[in-house]
Every structure is written in C-alpha cells, then in structure tokens.
C-alpha cells in the first residue's frame, strides 16, 4: 500500500465551507493506492472489486475519529482499478483519491 501526498491548496471549497473562526484551512489531497501482484488478471481484479467496499467503509469511519485534532473533513474524490508493472512484475492497482481539510489558528508572535 502506497499512501502518496499529489496536492495541497489552500482556502475553502464548496464542499468544505463553513465557519473556521479565523483558522487558515488547508486543504490536502492523498491517493492511496492497495497493489496486488498479478497471478490470475481475472482473479486479481475481481479481489481489486472486492476491496473497494471495505476500503470505503474505512473512510466513512475515519472522520469519526479524533485524526489527533489535525483533520476536519475527509471526503473520497475518486475510485479507480488499473493495471500496471512495477519491477518487471505485472500488477493491479485499486487507487482511491481523497482530500482531508485542516485548519489551524496562526501563531501571530
């Protein structure tokens, strides 16, 4: 599993608005990206399929947690299934897309 950073932007978006009371929001988008080799294409995407459900179930649980303060809102942007190769090896790729909103107050010191 490969959790790369792809972007941070700052500012509200629609689906983020709301009051910060003066915090600076950050915006972050992640892909998370379960590799599984290939052995059997059929068989392998047919576990990629499998794996979305309970990916999805993990992000809807996610926000409900504490995420340490940090974390406001997290919402799942895009789903995708593709194929690839690494190292030679032949491989399936389910990639999920997600922003997680932040805010902070500034330090003014």
């Known amino acids: 599993m490969v959790i790369p950073l792809l972007s941070g932007r700052h500012g509200a978006h629609d689906l983020y608005s709301g009051d910060t009371s003066g915090k600076i929001e950050i915006i972050y988008t992640f892909a ?63 990639s999920f897309e997600f922003e997680v909103a932040t805010e902070f107050a500034p330090s003014y010191t």
């Open 32 to 94: 998370l990206r379960h590799v599984f080799r290939r052995n059997n294409l059929d068989r392998n995407l047919k576990t990629a399929y499998t794996f979305i459900q309970p990916w999805l179930s993990f992000f809807t649980a996610l926000p409900n947690q504490t995420l340490g303060g940090i974390g406001r809102l997290m919402n799942v942007t895009r789903i995708s299934i593709t194929q690839s190769g690494q190292g030679g090896q032949p491989i399936v790729v389910l």
